[in-house]
């Protein structure tokens, strides 16, 4: 998978798209991940990269030019599947359009910054507009770094254990099961005794109802949508 990344703070990308799993993932060549910077393409001696709105209001706006020639020039030597635009407007992320995305190859992340971007750039270029969730943040590049580390650990190989990706909490509409480790008993707390069994029939069967009940007290409204 190759994932190119437009912002105008190439800061804020570097530390999670290098840290861990997406590291890991870089480092087996399961995914390639560019991060852009927009001043690049910046206008005048400032490089000037926004403006203000037309028709007035607070905030500035990306202007077309920088990004849409930084964009003409990335799409002229990768065929993306998809252009993603991430902002509060857009599709809610879930689980399952991130198992979607992780089957394609090749992706471009247009990240907002101050009040967003021109207009005519979601209509000439976007393909998908995606949103992490009804709350608004500073820019994209945090929700970026959240699509992107949901579909890269869905790549074959990138986690260890595959199945581990599978049993994820909304995997099945279900939360996961609670989850132990040593010592055994901590702070006058005991482990489940059936975790520790040795049988893994009834260990199964534990966890698929704690998921069950979990899913019942947590999020009663993933039950209805199964
Ligand atoms: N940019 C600012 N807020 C956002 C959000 N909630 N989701 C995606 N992009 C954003």
């Known amino acids: 998978m190759r994932i ?14 290098n840290t861990s799993i997406l590291k890991r993932a870089q480092d087996k060549q399961l995914a390639e991940i560019y ?20 028709g007035g209001g607070a905030g500035m706006v990306l202007m077309p030019e920088p990004l849409g020639q930084m964009i003409e020039k990335l799409i002229a030597s990768t065929t993306y599947d998809e252009i993603v635009f991430m902002t509060p407007d857009g599709k809610t992320l879930s ?6 995305f992780s089957l394609k190859k090749n992706f471009l992340f247009i990240c907002g910054h101050y009040k967003g971007i021109d207009e ?3 209509e000439k270029y976007v393909t998908q507009e995606i949103s992490i969730g009804d709350y608004v943040l500073t820019g ?33 509409d279900l939360l996961s099961p609670p989850v132990y480790t ?33 899913t019942e007290e947590r999020r009663p409204d993933l039950l209805k949508k199964k």
């Open 4 to 17: 190119d990344i437009i912002t105008a703070v190439p800061e804020l990308l570097h530390s999670p798209l």
């Open 120 to 122: 005519r750039i979601r």
């Open 140 to 172: 994209g590049e945090l929700p970026a770094c959240i699509v992107i580390d949901s579909i890269v650990r869905l790549i074959p190989g990138v986690l260890n254990n595959e199945t581990s990706a599978l049993s994820d909490s909304f995997q099945d």
């Open 182 to 214: 040593r010592p055994r008993t901590w702070k006058g707390m005991d482990v489940p005794e059936v975790l520790t069994s040795g049988n893994f029939k009834k260990i199964d069967e534990w966890r698929s109802n704690k998921s069950q009940e979990r």
């Open 35 to 54: 991060v852009h910077d927009l001043r690049e393409f910046g206008k005048g001696k400032y490089r000037q990269i926004d403006d203000y709105q037309f």
């Open 95 to 100: 689980q399952e359009t991130s198992n979607q």
